[in-house]
């Protein structure tokens, strides 16, 4: 394009200055995690001494191996039955046109919008009554019912779209609805289903509310949840505090820098959908 | 058996064969009314009561929805949430519309990825997270306020999520912060799909830079500003995590939210009836702003 080369640099610089805003606040924590234990940290100032250490207390203190695992486990309850369902759901509405079905769907709809907080008072009492509170499951079952509006939504809107054919020629093949489930239909699916993993894994890894609510104990809490925690009990610690919290965010970050590509991907797709 | 009698029964096994593909359903519909749709209608149903969560609920009739509009904090509190909207929705539209013009404009290759990659980063990360680094930024000893001693602006420096006039702002820039990458992407990739055609029209036609973009750029985002609106009010409206971790909602009610007044009301306060009509209240705010931009930004699409 013919711009100006002048033009090009104020906007290079302004994209720049940008991207300087977005890491800022990474870059700080880093410099205060690594600041003396005990001393007061200033804003950005890289420490002469780099107490690299702080990391490993941190990492103690935080029982991240705890909070790890009970992340892991949350996220093992949740994503693969949620996928599941959603997905025999999203066939069931939108393949094999159930009658009724689209009574069904508005049903689901009726979810896409809704705070959690609107519903998390009666889930509190509910999951006590199930006997369930400060357990992960307290975090997992309800989980799975508020993610299933987006995400029967998601797998419908693929299955929908899914050429009727296709399905016919498995039936003269002699296949019955189970065999075109999962030997025609989920293969095809493998995009939207792998979408909806990441989606899913990342809300479930990110979720707050319900994992300060239904459970008292960090180490079984999501790893947002436990951060929570470990601010309310570091607060006053900053140089623990950040060196804690950047701790906690890196497993996502990772994650994040390896699968890209489809983390963005998944995050468009699915807010273009919702 | 005669034909008629075949073909009869064959009918009444396709439709016994369409019955059982609720069988495909149930699972994630159980799932939905357990943990939602019954949720939802006890929500409704406390509302109805007083109750502290653990005694005999009393009738309350609607007088918990007439604390919740006439109460003078709740209202504030409501208040506060419509005020994050301009943080959290129109600062991360219109300035992702500015960067997403850049960055199809200036950038290709290497630096625009990394531009966009950088900017989403904030979209990964728990919101706690969020919280903790500009609680930390923020702070009296933090950054900004190094930054300003530092250009000679001593005299602004202050705890800025302490204080009264700028802690909700406060609180907004954190959730611009987050949701700038997102919405950046999503025009982005709205503008890839424009047809450079009408960029050449607009071009021969005589229009500038600025020109082009209100009369090409704009109306051809229609959709994809539609859904970034569509996002970020409803992170805006039913906020938690932020506020929770960054104020607690403090000073005063400065910057509490629905969402954390729900929560105290319910489990600090035990005025779960109170609570309930809030989050239905919250509920219906969330519809009636959502509804009519998905109304006003897709209606074209057929």
């Known amino acids: ?274 | 058996m005669t034909a008629p009698a075949v073909r009869a029964r064959r009918r009444r096994w396709a439709r016994t064969a369409r019955w059982s593909g609720w069988l495909w359903v149930l699972p994630a519909l159980l799932m939905y009314a357990v943990f939602v749709l019954r949720p939802l209608a006890l929500t409704f149903q406390y509302s109805l009561y007083h109750w502290n969560g653990i005694g005999v609920a009393r009738w309350a009739g609607l007088s918990n929805y007439v604390t919740v509009f006439t109460d003078r904090d709740l209202l504030k509190i409501i208040g506060n949430a419509f005020i994050l909207i301009i943080f959290f929705s129109f600062i991360p539209v219109g300035l992702g519309l500015l960067v997403a013009t850049l960055v199809r404009r200036i950038t290709t290759g290497v630096f625009g990825t990394t531009v966009r990659t950088i900017l989403f980063l904030p979209q990964v990360i728990p919101l706690v997270a969020a919280g903790i680094a500009w609680s930390w930024l923020l702070s009296s000893n933090g950054l900004v306020n190094q930054l300003l001693r530092g250009i000679g602006l001593g005299g602004l420096t202050r705890a800025w999520l302490g204080e009264f006039d700028t802690a909700l702002p406060a609180v907004g820039v954190i959730g611009a912060w987050v949701l700038l990458g997102l919405c950046t992407i999503l025009l982005v990739t709205g503008m890839s799909k424009i047809d450079p055609a009408l960029y050449e029209a607009a071009r021969l036609d005589g229009a500038g830079p600025v020109r082009e973009f209100l009369a090409v750029t704009l109306p051809s985002l229609r959709q994809e500003i539609g859904v970034c609106l569509t996002v970020t009010v409803i992170a805006a409206l039913a906020s938690f995590d932020i506020v929770y971790i960054a104020t607690g909602g403090g000073p005063g009610l400065q910057t509490t939210v629905p969402g954390l007044e729900i929560y105290r009301l319910a489990f600090a306060q035990r005025q779960v009836g109170l609570a309930s009509a809030l989050g239905v209240v919250l509920m219906a705010l969330v519809l009636l702003c959502v509804l009519p931009i998905q109304r006003l930004t897709r209606e074209d699409k057929g």
């Open chain 1, 1 to 274: 394009m013919n711009l100006s080369r002048r033009e090009q640099l104020t906007g290079r610089l302004f994209l720049i200055a940008l991207v300087l805003v977005t890491l800022l606040p990474f870059v700080s924590m880093l410099s205060a995690a690594l600041q003396p234990r005990g001393t007061v940290p200033t804003g950005l100032a890289w420490p002469s001494d780099p107490q690299w250490g702080n990391f490993v207390d941190a990492f103690d203190v935080a029982n991240m191996s705890a909070l790890l695992r009970s992340s892991l486990l949350i996220v093992a309850g949740v994503v693969p039955v949620a996928v599941l369902i959603a997905t025999m759901a999203g066939f069931g509405l939108g393949h094999l046109r159930v009658p009724g079905g689209r009574f069904a769907f508005l049903l689901f709809l009726l979810g896409l919008t809704l705070p959690f907080e609107a519903v998390i008072t009666p889930i509190y009492y509910q999951v006590r009554d199930f006997g369930l509170l400060n357990t992960r499951w307290a975090i997992i079952l309800p989980l799975i019912g508020l993610y299933m509006p987006f995400a029967v939504f998601w797998m419908r809107a693929h299955f929908v779209n899914v050429p009727q054919e296709l399905a016919d020629a498995a039936r003269v093949d002699g296949s019955n609805t189970w065999q075109l489930f999962w030997r025609v239909q989920v293969p095809l699916a493998r995009p939207a289903i792998a979408s909806l993993t990441i989606l899913l894994f990342l809300w479930t890894w990110n979720q707050f509310l319900l994992a300060i609510v239904l459970v008292d104990d960090p180490a079984k809490r999501t790893m947002a949840g436990a951060l929570g925690a470990f601010q309310g009990q570091w607060g006053t610690d900053q140089v623990l505090l950040c060196a804690g919290s950047l701790l906690i965010l890196t497993p996502t970050l990772i994650v994040f820098l390896i699968f890209q590509r489809q983390f963005i991907k998944a995050l468009l797709q699915g807010s273009l959908k919702g």
